[in-house]
T-cell receptor, first 116, second 115 residues
Framework: ETGVTQSPTHLIKTRGQQVTLRCSSQ?????VSWYQQALGQGPQFIFQ???????GRGNFPPRFSGLQFPNYSSELNVNALELDDSALYLC???????????????FGSGTRLTVV | AQTVTQSQPEMSVQEAETVTLSCTYD???????LFWYKQPPSRQMILVIR??????QNATENRFSVNFQKAAKSFSLKISDSQLGDAAMYFC????????????FGTGTLLAVQP
C-alpha cells in the first residue's frame, strides 16, 4: 500500500508566476484535500476534491484552484504568485466523502514553495 | 467559528519522563472527531491518536493517551516514557462533518526531548 506522494519537494518561483503542485493519493482513497502551512503555523484548509469535484473550500482567493483526476490524483494551481504564498503545501487523502474521518487522513511530505 | 487552540508553543521533557500537551477547541457541533498529529522534520503529518466525540472513554495508543473533557472542550495528549524519537511538532486538530468537512488545526507545540 503506497502512501501519499507529492511533487516537487521544493520549488522556487518569482512573484507573479504560476505554479502547479502534484499529489498522488493513497491507494483506495478517493478524497484529496490541500492545506497551506506557513512557517510556524498550523495547516490551513485550501480545498477538497471528491471524485473529481470540489466539495469544500477554505478562505483562499480564486487564484488557488485545483483538479482531481479519474485515478484520484490531484493538482493544486496557484496563479499570480505573491510573496505570502511562500509555505509548505500539504496534500492529504482519505476514503469517503463524509463521515470517513475516522478512516483517517494520510498526509504527504509536502511541497515547500518559496516565492521571491 | 470553529477553532483549535494550543497554548504551549514549546515544551521540553526528559527522556523516559511523561509530558502532557494541551489543546482546547470551540464548536457548537455535537458530532466531531479530534486528533493529535506529529510533524517531524521530514514534514509529513503522522497521526498519533484520535478520539470520537461521542465516546466517553479516552483513547490510548501504546505510550500515547488523551484526556478528553467534552464539557470543557479540552483534549490533552499525554506521552509516557518519552523517547528521543518523540521530538517533533505536535498539532491538535478537529474534524467536523456536514458543511465543514475539513480538519482544523491548532498552531502546534514543539516538543523537545532531552537525553
Amino acid at each position: 500500500e503506497t502512501g501519499v506522494t507529492q511533487s516537487p519537494t521544493h520549488l522556487i518561483k518569482t512573484r507573479g508566476q504560476q505554479v502547479t503542485l502534484r499529489c498522488s493519493s493513497q491507494s483506495g482513497h478517493n478524497t484529496v484535500s490541500w492545506y497551506q502551512q506557513a512557517l510556524g503555523q498550523g495547516p490551513q484548509f485550501i480545498f477538497q476534491y471528491y471524485r473529481e469535484e470540489e466539495n469544500g473550500r477554505g478562505n483562499f482567493p480564486p487564484r488557488f484552484s485545483g483538479l482531481q483526476f479519474p485515478n484520484y490524483s490531484s493538482e493544486l494551481n496557484v496563479n499570480a504568485l505573491e510573496l505570502d504564498d511562500s509555505a509548505l503545501y500539504l496534500c492529504a487523502s482519505r476514503l469517503g466523502y463524509r463521515g470517513g474521518a475516522m478512516g483517517g487522513y494520510t498526509f504527504g511530505s509536502g511541497t515547500r514553495l518559496t516565492v521571491v | 467559528a470553529q477553532t483549535v487552540t494550543q497554548s504551549q508553543p514549546e515544551m521540553s521533557v526528559q527522556e523516559a519522563e511523561t509530558v502532557t500537551l494541551s489543546c482546547t477547541y470551540d464548536t457548537s457541533e455535537s458530532d466531531y472527531y479530534l486528533f493529535w498529529y506529529k510533524q517531524p522534520p521530514s514534514r509529513q503529518m503522522i497521526l498519533v491518536i484520535r478520539q470520537e466525540a461521542y465516546k466517553q472513554q479516552n483513547a490510548t495508543e501504546n505510550r500515547f493517551s488523551v484526556n478528553f473533557q467534552k464539557a470543557a472542550k479540552s483534549f490533552s495528549l499525554k506521552i509516557s516514557d518519552s523517547q528521543l524519537g518523540d521530538a517533533a511538532m505536535y498539532f491538535c486538530a478537529s474534524f467536523y462533518g456536514g458543511a465543514t468537512n475539513k480538519l482544523i488545526f491548532g498552531t502546534g507545540t514543539l516538543l523537545a526531548v532531552q537525553p
